[in-house]
């Protein structure tokens, strides 16, 4: 692991990634509070003014006002959010899930495969809507259960890694030592496998993230009053001809986000690619 962060640090598009994410997660956290202006206040002397400083409004307000820069920056934390929890959701089920299936092998691996590929099947937004429909606009609930979701494509890499490594000389060793099966998984198995699952959770993020924004622009994710850049793009899309500073700064954020969390998955990978050849 040490090695595959040396080369990862030569990895200067992915360290500029790097800096560029902490960057945005700074900004999303603190910018609100350096702005006099609240995600929700109406000004009704600045209605869709475009983005400077004489009005206090530095990227310019919407169709009633509300400051630009707070609502993005508000959605953007919020997008930020939705990513890191569902990816610890789908981490945290995916990792166990598959680390059974592969260790167990048989028909036990059979029957929890069978379970994957039919949940894999099943169209993920319609299980949102459904989930809308039993338990309400909750949006802190609706992100965790696309976390819920997601991890099926997690558990079937772990699977694969696990079965790659259930039969190597430490497992044997564990067993004839008398270690159970559920210690084996985690303290020889897990730790063992990581190291796709770090690379898959950093690709995992930019696809809730983005997932989460296209739910928002449906109408289906986060209300009004509150913001997601989902729903700033979407308002935003609505005014591109008359105000085109509404669409272009929470969707220039989001494309810039997505990007930066896609190029340092990319550099995981060829970090660890590289380790293992």
Known sequence: MSGALQRLRRNRAALVA????????????????????????LDWTAVAAPPGFAHGHWFGTDRLGRDLFVRTLQGARLSLGVGALATAVSLMIGIAYGAVSGYCGGHVDLV????????????LIFFVILMTVVFGRD??????GIGAIGWLTMARIVRGQTLSVRRREFIVAAVAAGATPGRIIVRHIVPNVLGPVLVYAALTVPQIILFESFLSFLGLGVQEPGASLGTLI??????????????LVPGGLLAALLLCCTVLGDGLRSALDAGDG
Do not use: T
């Not at 994410?21 to 206040?41: E, H, K, S, V």
């Not at 929890?112 to 169209?123: A, F």
């Not at 949006?139 to 965790?144: G, K, N, S, V």
């Open 18 to 41: 790097l800096g560029a994410i902490a960057a945005i997660l700074l900004l999303a956290l603190l910018g609100p509070a350096l702005n006099p202006n609240r995600f929700d206040a």
């Open 112 to 123: 929890m495969m069978r379970v994957v590929e039919i949940l894999g099947g099943l169209p």
């Open 139 to 144: 949006a802190w609930l609706l992100f965790i």
């Open 234 to 247: 979407a308002e935003g899309a609505g005014e591109m001809e008359s105000a085109p500073w509404m669409l």
